[in-house]
């Protein structure tokens, strides 16, 4: 764990580098939250007939907006994800699992006026599993004991998000924004070989920030 925190922290940093770099002044820091539902469902040759599940998501974000076209965001975010659908031998079931999300990512931003901008950004997140349960005929476990899967689930989720947002700035300087993003999930929900699911989906979030540090 401390060795994907220390690979994280550097990529957030070779992201300001390049982003201040790149518009060669000092930008600003702003720190904030958001949340809001998530449409998420599991894709890969164990599951079949697959089917979206509504989640949720929630965190707290600091990005460093090296000017008005560049920006780094890094976040710390709670989300639920899952689906259902059925096992290639024809099993019904659903999975939902919770993870503590980091993503870092940069952001090419497109500036509408003084208080308006549309963002587009793309990055690489991780995750590490909270809680993984399967409910099947009514009954819930947890993953790990499960006959469906027979095998534990993985700590650690790789995945690579990417959207579009838009934000303006209050009188107050505070930023309100709007957040469309879809998570590409890359590594599987358990550790066995034989068993392929992969998390993959939609969060819609709404997004309220303060500016701490101005250049």
Known sequence: MKGTTRMVV???LGFALVAEGASGQQGE????????????KMEGITIRDAASEW?????????YRASALFSVPVGVTWTRKGGSGETAAGVPFELGSSYLEIPVMLNLTVPYGDSQRLGFYGGVAVGFQLSCDVTREGETVECGETEI??????????????????DFQLANGHFVGLDLRYTYGLSDIMTSSTVELMNRGWQFLVSWGVPIRGG
């Not at 534990?152 to 690579?160: A, G, K």
């Open 55 to 63: 989640g949720f998501s929630a965190g707290l974000f600091a990005e």
């Open 149 to 166: 899967f027979d095998t534990d689930p993985e700590s650690l989720e790789w995945s690579i998000p990417f959207g579009i947002e838009y």
């Open 10 to 12: 550097a990529m957030a």
């Open 29 to 40: 820091l702003v720190l904030g939250v958001e949340v809001g539902p998530s449409l998420t």
